[in-house]
């Protein structure tokens, strides 16, 4: 298995960023739809909605 580095976290400096991937609404795979920090107290992430990109501090539940 190869490994793969990822990025340090804008925020926090001590996590890494983790790609997310989604099912779009025709069930096709979307890869690297958001980064979230590794860090549990970070809560920093960066994801892509509908062509925008938006950019959080802290995570929210959803009730989806």
Known sequence: MEKVD???CLKCK??????LSDYG???AAIHYKA???TNPSCGYHMRIDNGELSIGEELK???K
């Open 35 to 37: 980064w979230a920090c």
């Open 14 to 19: 001590e996590g890494v960023l983790i790609p």
């Open 6 to 8: 990822f990025p340090e």
């Open 61 to 63: 539940r959803s009730f």
């Open 25 to 27: 609404r025709d069930g």
